[in-house]
């Protein structure tokens, strides 16, 4: 299955909502019950901020391993406590070859950073009740934005967030 995401999905987890200047953002393939997934996020920005996929909490025992087939991004992850408190932030670049492990309650998303698509491969499971993106959705991101600043990969925090860990790679 192909499930294409659009701006209008994308736009409740951009740091200037108004600037969702990318039609379509991302999609995502899906195949067999037992198969992996593929993200394939565009190039470009929203604003100052790169492109991304919205994100998720992923909420099943074990690691979710992302591996990088195409492209150039960044993995973002956090982790936060039982009352919403980020505790910590975790950036992890991708480019061919790589790959990325997230561990069980840890929200992340995806940053492409590169000029091209960026492609992934991933083992998450396909029942939606192993992703959670109610928390990515309330905060309008991550506790900190990837942004391109004077040609630079740069991060912006989140004004949403009243705590900001500092960042880990």
């Not at 982790?79 to 997230?102: A, F, W, Y």
Request: one cysteine or more; proline letters at 6%.
């Amino acid at each position: 299955m192909i499930l294409p995401i659009s701006q209008l999905q994308l736009r409740d987890v951009l740091m200037d909502p108004k600037s969702s200047e990318i039609k379509e953002p991302y999609l995502m393939i899906n195949y067999g019950a037992d198969g992996e997934n593929i993200t394939v996020v565009t190039p470009g920005r929203n604003g100052s901020e790169f492109n991304k996929t919205i994100g998720f909490t992923h909420k099943f025992n074990g690691m979710l391993i992302y591996k990088c087939i195409y492209g150039k991004g960044v993995l973002m992850m956090q982790k936060n406590n039982e009352t919403g408190e980020v505790k910590e932030v975790t950036v992890r670049g991708l480019r061919p070859g790589v790959e990325v492990e997230v561990p069980a309650g840890y929200v992340h998303t995806i940053y492409n950073t590169g000029r091209t698509i960026l492609v992934t491969v991933d083992n998450g499971p396909k029942d939606e009740k192993f992703k959670d993106n109610s928390f990515i959705l309330s905060k309008r991101g991550l506790a900190y934005y990837v942004i391109d600043k004077k040609g630079e990969i740069a991060f912006e925090k989140n004004p949403n967030y009243p705590f900001h860990p500092q960042l880990t790679s």
